[in-house]
């Protein structure tokens, strides 16, 4: 059984059009996780692209897994390991089950504790061991959007943690706009826009009654196959 925790902010479309490949190689990051192994990915694409559907696939097709969102908050990018401080919130009560300088390091950036400022590396060293803890019973699934809307520790200790992934049962996928240097080294997915044929299939799904073709045309060269481009553009 999956356990989702976060909403996802767009509306869901009724089903991914076209993304066979992209599909494949997320249902090949799931059953790695399943089998017991690691795997980190990173999808990057422009905005509307379709980047947060990808990942409410691997969300609704991770049987047997535990799924944990955590959401990029532009507002939020001042606050120190806010993102990750997202990731852990649920497993809190296993943070004392972990080495003990890991445990401090977490507990002081998620103000549990006082303290000076932790050392990043024992954070993201903690990170893996409490992920790595929750895998043990089932599992585990964490999907990050938005990571370039993260707090600067967030965004830096989290692959950081993803590179140092084993043998723990333990998948990591992050969305992002552009590439960045912070997920140098994990395997990328470039998402672009869809096919022709999708596009048109997309947009006569929103669209009431008939459409001019060269209005139809048009809208589909505009949005270069850009999904939320093609859902919103007939409204406006």
Same mark, same amino acid.
């Given at each position: 059984?999956?356990?989702?925790?976060?909403?996802?902010?767009?509306?869901?479309?009724?089903?991914?059009?076209?993304?066979?490949?992209?599909? $494949?190689?997320?249902?090949?990051?799931?059953?790695?996780?399943?089998?017991?192994?690691?795997? @980190?990915?990173?999808?990057?694409?422009?905005?509307?692209?379709?980047?947060?559907?990808?990942?409410?696939?691997?969300?609704?097709?991770? !049987?047997?897994? $535990?799924?944990?969102?955590?959401?990029? #908050?532009?507002?939020?990018?001042?606050?120190?390991? !806010?993102?990750?401080?997202?990731?852990?919130?649920?497993?809190?009560? $296993?943070?004392?089950?972990?080495?003990?300088?890991?445990? @401090?390091?977490?507990?002081?950036?998620?103000?549990? /504790? @006082?303290?000076?400022?932790?050392?990043?590396?024992?954070?993201?060293?903690? #990170?893996?061991?409490?992920?790595?803890?929750?895998?043990?019973? $089932?599992?585990?699934?964490?999907?990050?959007?938005?990571?370039?809307?993260?707090?600067?520790?967030? !965004?830096?200790?989290?692959?950081?943690? !993803? /590179? /140092?992934?084993?043998?723990?049962?333990?998948?990591?996928?992050?969305? #992002?706009?552009?590439?960045?240097?912070?997920?140098?080294?994990?395997?990328?997915?470039? #998402?672009?826009?869809?096919?022709?044929?999708?596009?048109?299939?997309?947009?006569?799904?929103?669209?009431?009654?008939?459409?001019?073709?060269?209005?139809?045309?048009?809208?589909?060269?505009?949005?270069?196959?850009?999904?939320?481009?093609?859902?919103?553009?007939?409204?406006?």
């Amino acid at each position: 059984m999956s356990a989702v925790l976060g909403p996802s902010r767009w509306p869901r479309v009724p089903e991914l059009r076209d993304r066979f490949y992209e599909r $494949r190689v997320l249902d090949q990051v799931v059953a790695s996780v399943r089998a017991g192994e690691s795997r @980190a990915l990173v999808i990057h694409g422009e905005p509307g692209v379709g980047k947060t559907a990808l990942l409410d696939y691997v969300g609704d097709h991770a !049987a047997g897994c $535990r799924v944990v969102r955590v959401a990029g #908050i532009e507002p939020e990018m001042e606050f120190p390991f !806010a993102g990750i401080h997202q990731l852990c919130s649920p497993f809190l009560d $296993r943070i004392t089950h972990i080495p003990e300088p890991q445990s @401090a390091a977490l507990q002081t950036a998620f103000g549990l /504790r @006082a303290g000076p400022p932790p050392d990043p590396f024992l954070v993201a060293l903690g #990170i893996l061991s409490l992920l790595s803890e929750v895998a043990s019973d $089932r599992p585990l699934l964490c999907l990050i959007d938005d990571h370039q809307w993260l707090d600067f520790a967030s !965004a830096t200790i989290l692959p950081a943690t !993803a /590179r /140092r992934l084993g043998a723990e049962s333990v998948g990591l996928v992050f969305a #992002i706009r552009n590439q960045s240097e912070v997920l140098a080294g994990l395997t990328e997915l470039t #998402i672009l826009g869809l096919g022709d044929a999708d596009s048109h299939a997309l947009l006569a799904s929103v669209v009431p009654g008939k459409i001019d073709a060269r209005v139809r045309d048009q809208i589909v060269a505009e949005t270069r196959g850009n999904p939320l481009a093609l859902l919103e553009l007939p409204g406006a």
